[in-house]
């Protein structure tokens, strides 16, 4: 039997208030990490996203409306490679309009989903994009005008990771065990365990900040991971918050990859700021 290891990655906020974790329902952290599906995006018909509202207990007993790509928060981990076409379909099932912005992704203009490509409720949007992109961790969300903060904030989010076959990665790369997605977001949440979102004076002038730390979609979850090299794709996807990672135990890791992908070597320390929607890959020795 292999040996495991349990992983404990502590997020601190910088320059902001103590996470309040003095609630009732927050008491049971240590969920299971849930690992988000992957969706193989290729040329042809079939990869379709669906922006549909669902509900989730975030807090146990208490439901929160949310929305989700195909799934009722967050969307799933949509892998690209490079060198292939991908087409993509994405159905608007909500009753606003959106976007699906691939953040980080070089592609034209027209084809970013940025701003200027919101569709409306019953609408579709299927780009083809052209992948000539090194391989990285990337991002993607609705952006539309003016309700980017609300649509993230909801779960119109996900990870992105391309591939490229040109490169022989000798890093962990067996997604799921021992390459893992790590989307960390604040939220807040009323007395009864609500997920909410409503902006104060404060929020307006510095940003929105939940009290709670969610990574994948789950309050302080918890990972088990193989011993020996695990590889950790870190992304940002809170609406305002700056993270300080670094492990309870101090140990070292190696940062392997950035917002614009792999680094020429990796680059050895004890802890990583991510500001928001900026993505890191780390290795960790846990043998
Ligand atoms: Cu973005």
Do not use: C
Request: no cysteine.
């Amino acid at each position: 039997m292999r040996r495991r290891k349990f992983l404990s990655l502590a997020a601190a906020s910088l320059a902001t208030p103590a996470l309040n974790i003095s609630r009732a329902w927050a008491a049971e952290p240590g969920a299971p990490l849930p690992i988000p599906e992957v969706m193989e995006i290729g040329p042809g018909a079939g990869n379709t996203l669906d922006a549909i509202r669902g509900t989730r207990e975030f807090t146990g007993g208490a439901t929160s409306e949310t929305w989700g790509y195909s799934q009722d928060y967050l969307g799933p981990l949509l892998r690209f490679r490079r060198g292939r076409t991908a087409n993509i379909s994405v159905m608007n099932r909500l009753d606003e309009p959106i976007t699906a912005h691939w953040h980080g992704m070089h592609v034209p203009g027209y084809l970013d989903g940025g701003p200027q490509l919101a569709f409306g409720p019953g609408e579709t949007w299927a780009p083809e994009l052209p992948v000539d992109h090194p391989a990285a961790t990337l991002f993607y969300h609705s952006h539309v005008h003016g309700r980017t903060g609300p649509q993230v904030y909801r779960g119109l989010a996900g990870m992105i990771v391309i591939d490229d076959p040109e490169i022989d990665d000798p890093l962990p790369h067996d997604y799921g065990v021992n390459d893992f997605p790590l989307i960390v977001q604040d939220r807040r949440f009323d007395r009864s365990g609500r997920m909410t979102y409503s902006l104060g004076m404060m929020d307006r002038m510095h940003g929105f900040q939940g009290d709670q730390i969610l990574v994948n979609g789950v309050i302080r979850p918890k990972l088990t991971v193989p011993a020996g090299l695990v590889r950790l794709r870190i992304l940002n996807a809170s609406n305002a918050r700056v993270y300080d990672f670094r492990f309870t135990d101090g140990r070292q890791f190696h940062q392997v990859a950035s917002d614009g992908g792999l680094l020429a070597r990796p680059l050895a320390m004890a802890s990583l700021q991510l500001d928001g929607a900026e993505r890191a890959e780390i290795v960790v020795e846990f043998s």
